[in-house]
Structures are given as C-alpha cells and as structure tokens.
C-alpha cells in the first residue's frame, strides 16, 4: 500500500481502508485502485480521487438542503420537509450513476460551505422577517440536520444494516475511480475482485470487537 498512514491532512490511509477528516470510511484502498485501473494513481493523485468522492458524499446533504431552504418559501413547511428527505434518500442511493467529470466540478462549487451557509442565512432570515416563527423553528433544525449529514448518516446505517452489497461510500469511489479511468484512457479489468475485496473488509470489520 503506497503511504500507509497519514497520506494527507484530509485522510488517513490504512490497510482497512480509508478515512477521511469528514468522518467518512472507504474501504477501498490504493492498493485495490492499482488492481481495478492500473496505472491510474499514477496519474491522478489519491488525494485527487479522495477530495472528488468527498465532494460526491457531501453532495447528498447540500442538495436536499438547498432544495430545502428553497422550498419552505413556496410549499407549508411539513410538505417541504418532506420532499427534501424524500430527495435526500434518491440522490443518496443513485448519485453514483450519475458521477461525471463535469458534474464534480459543478458540485465542488454547491457543496462550498461559503455558497451554502449565505443562502441558509438568507433564506431562514426571510421566515423570521416575514413573521413566519414556526417555519423558522423548523427550518433551524432541518438546516441542522442536513448541515451535519445526520439524517444521511441515519439512512446509510439502515441501508447498511438491510443490505448487503457494498457501502454507500465506496459505490461512490467505485464509479469514480471507472469515470476517472475512462477519461484517462486507462483500462479498468478489476472491478469484480475489488467489490469482493471491499466486502471482505466489510465483514471483517463489522466482526471486529468494538
């Protein structure tokens, strides 16, 4: 495994996977890149391939928090509240079919914590302004809730729990590292033996005593 440890002051990298100062586990490693898309690390950085699945996992809080603070002006608060964790769930079980190069980019400036913390404000000012308390109170904890990833972090523990196919996570780093490898013109021959490494790491992991 190249660098195992500290790799860089946004994750560390170790023989179970990776983790990221976001508080988020790949089990991938990059190791398991170098057998999936050989020769791609050698073009494009770990870093690199860590920063864009990170601005995809972010993603899912971002965008239902936009559509959020976006619908409590046009819809009563509770069918707001509604659609946005409706959204949350479908963009965080399909983003990774529709991971591109040009949309990472595009994400990278939606998930900007500057962008989305001055149209929170806005947004949950205006309630206060207009008189509208309720939906205030209401909008303070869902801009919560969404801001910190908990409701995704609930929903991934449900999904991981019922289902047993890889993580969210690395779904994520898979289609990445497949799209990342496309565009270099490198070829990807193991993608089978990676899903069914990340799986044993899984197991292994969820074994292990707490």
Known sequence: MRNIGLTSSEFVETPAGIFTRNGHWYYITSDQIDIIAP????????????????????????????????LIHLLPISVAT???????????????????????????????????????????????????????????????????????????SFYSKYHQGISLNDRVMKMLIIKTAIAKH??????QRMEQDILNLMIRHKKKPK
Request: glycine share 6%; aromatic share 14%.
């Open 39 to 70: 020769g791609l690390l050698d073009i494009v950085s770990i870093d690199t391939m860590v920063n864009n699945a990170e601005i995809w996992v972010k993603s899912t809080d971002a965008t239902s928090l936009l559509i959020f603070i976006g």
């Open 82 to 156: 509604l659609l946005s964790l409706l959204f949350l769930m479908f963009w965080q079980l399909s983003k990774s079919a529709m991971i591109s190069m040009w949309l990472t980019s595009v994400l990278k400036i939606i998930t900007n914590e500057t962008i989305i913390l001055f149209a929170a404000v806005v947004s949950i000012s205006y309630l206060g302004v207009v008189g509208q308390y309720q939906s205030l109170i209401v909008g303070l904890l869902f801009f919560m809730i969404f801001r910190f990833g908990w409701a995704r972090k609930l929903f991934d």
């Open 186 to 191: 490198v070829s990807v021959p193991g993608i």
